[in-house]
């Protein structure tokens, strides 16, 4: 959950205002229109223009619209979070296992631990039984 300004913090508020007011038509009239060779549209200058506004006169009203944001930075940001983890998987962590394995090499199978150890688990089984008192005080 993103941390959310409160409705009286002017400066956080004027912070979103500047933000928005320099992505909105760097994004929509400069980045995506190049991208996809498309046609500028101009409701990014007034959005930003309005923005702008409230950014000197009235700080406070731009509450409402930093909460819309947020909600859809939040929704934004858990989709982009599976998206980037489950590449990350199948990219990077999958295809080293799948070489790992068809090598041989994978460690919970061989035991080997380091490069000195040759396979050679330094794990001792315990002699004891196993009983309450054991539990209770294992050293």
Do not use: C
């Amino acid at each position: 959950m993103l941390k959310l300004a409160k409705k009286d913090d002017e400066n956080a508020l004027k912070e979103f205002a500047r933000t928005m007011i320099f992505m909105l038509p760097l994004v929509f009239m400069l980045i995506l229109p190049w991208w996809f060779n498309g046609a500028i549209h101009w409701w990014p200058a007034a959005a930003s223009g309005v923005l702008g506004v409230l950014y000197f006169v009235y700080p406070l009203a731009l509450y409402y619209p930093y909460r819309v944001w947020m909600a859809i930075a939040s929704v934004l940001g858990w989709v982009n979070t599976r998206i980037i983890l489950g590449l990350a998987f199948y990219l990077l962590i999958l295809p080293i296992g799948i070489v790992m394995r068809s090598l041989g090499k994978l460690q919970y199978k061989t035991g080997s631990r380091s490069k000195g150890t040759s396979g050679v688990s330094h794990w001792i089984r315990d002699k004891r039984k196993i009983d309450k008192n054991n539990l209770e005080k294992p050293f």
